[in-house]
């Protein structure tokens, strides 16, 4: 199944959007695991950084914060330090900062609590595969993959259904911002500096937090005060309270990744059900439930990459690596790592253990909504697979030009339904 890059060499340019928009590169990171895992790339936008490739290395690096920070941004971008404050969310915090923020929302996304919401899942999978169902032939990211996760987005942060492809646009203007298809505005092709102090440096940035400021004014005149908008609100333990740019961006977080990392899962996990027959066959026969969502997770790596920013000088495989320096922890290689996962180029719907790090396992930052995208994922392809007997390409696939988020953004099927 190639749905890797069909023309990589080995040498291919990692920081060229260019490159993504036509799969992701795996020659290349293949190569660099086995040569030069801790690789110095030069870069003509902005400083260069070290590229980190392999699984063992990521794993133990992502503990180590005192070591690699997240404060100074998380993409490969460079910022001004004026940059990085105004569009920080807890994600580009360190401990104690970031757990003090966490500790806020983790009730909410708590596995026991996020098991409540199956049947909700549920119901809402059935419309949305009917909808499509009844095309035959479609495009499974617009039809499917993107209408669940944006329907429990609404239900999480309790806006109108109404509003919902609304907020997505914009959502994918903001974390999709390097791509012409969502955002008039790509980072790449134009000066963005007049929304420099926005979220992901995006006019969108600012349509989103007009929208909350709205809604929760709404809310508070209604004397609404569920779900974890109102919990990021709320004093910690110290009394301290977020400011209104603190909130501004959580909110724009909130709705870009919690709704653009579960869409490109299912529209991986659709794409290989397209080119593995098999897994419809081992999904319909109801025994590899409790692996699947991981194991489509790590095919997917919707996060390609997250970046950290070195705080003290360290040695790695032969290198020096020096405070200041940015440092690109490459997921997408880390979850084809060969020494890791057999056959990684293969889904194995029943991989186990999977030590995929889709979510940052084993750092502070791991994905507060883990469990909420694995429930997704595992009971959208339940009622998908209870309802069709076969499903195959029809038409090439197109993928998001972006080296920060990758997905398939169009991807036509035909199915025949059971």
Not at 165 to 174: I, S, Y
Not at 200 to 213: C, R, T
Request: proline share 6%; net charge negative.
């Amino acid at each position: 199944m190639t749905i890797w890059h069909p023309d990589d060499d080995g040498f291919a340019d990692l920081t060229s959007h260019d490159v993504f928009a036509r799969g992701v590169p795996h020659n290349t990171f293949a190569r660099l695991r086995r040569e030069d895992p801790a690789h110095w790339a030069e870069w003509s936008a902005g400083q260069g950084f070290w590229s980190i490739t392999r699984h063992a290395d990521i794993d133990r690096l992502i503990r180590q914060t005192d070591l690699l920070s997240s404060a100074h941004g998380i993409r490969m971008e460079d910022q001004t330090m004026e940059e990085v404050i105004a569009r920080r969310t807890f994600q580009e915090t360190d401990p104690p900062d970031h757990t003090r923020v966490r500790r806020k929302l983790t009730r909410a996304f708590s596995k026991p609590v996020v098991a409540l919401f199956e049947d909700q899942i549920r119901d809402l999978c059935h419309p949305i595969l009917d909808r499509a169902l009844e095309e035959g032939t479609f495009d499974a990211t617009r039809l499917i993959a993107r209408q669940l996760p944006m329907m429990m987005l609404g239900r999480i942060m309790g806006t109108p259904d109404a509003d919902l492809p609304w907020l997505v646009e914009r959502g994918d203007a903001l974390i999709a911002n390097t791509d012409p298809d969502f955002t008039e505005h790509v980072l790449d092709r134009m000066q963005t500096d007049a929304y420099r102090l926005m979220p992901f440096n995006s006019p969108a940035g600012a349509e989103l937090y007009d929208y909350a400021q709205r809604l929760m004014a709404e809310k508070t005149a209604k004397g609404d005060t569920e779900g974890v908008l109102h919990m990021i609100l709320q004093p910690d333990a110290d009394g301290a309270v977020i400011s209104e740019t603190e909130f501004r961006n959580f909110f724009c977080l909130l709705v870009a990744a919690g709704n653009d990392t579960t869409r490109y899962s299912i529209a991986a996990g659709i794409h290989a059900l397209c080119h593995q027959p098999e897994l419809l066959a081992r999904m319909q026969a109801g025994e590899v439930w409790d692996t699947t969502p991981d194991e489509i997770i790590r095919w997917a790596t919707p996060a390609i990459y997250f970046r950290r920013t070195a705080m003290r000088d360290f040695d790695l495989h032969g290198k020096t690596i020096r405070a200041g320096d940015k440092v690109i922890y490459w997921f997408v290689s880390a979850n084809r790592d060969e020494t890791v996962f057999d056959d990684p180029f293969t889904v194995n719907l029943a991989r186990q253990p999977n030590r995929h790090l889709s979510f940052g396992q084993g750092g502070p930052h791991v994905c507060l909504g883990m469990h909420l995208a694995r429930l997704e994922v595992r009971v959208l392809f339940q009622e998908l697979a209870r309802r069709i007997r076969a499903i195959e390409p029809a038409g090439p696939h197109q993928f998001l030009r972006s080296n920060f988020v990758g997905g398939i953004k169009a991807l036509p099927v035909t199915v025949q339904a059971a």
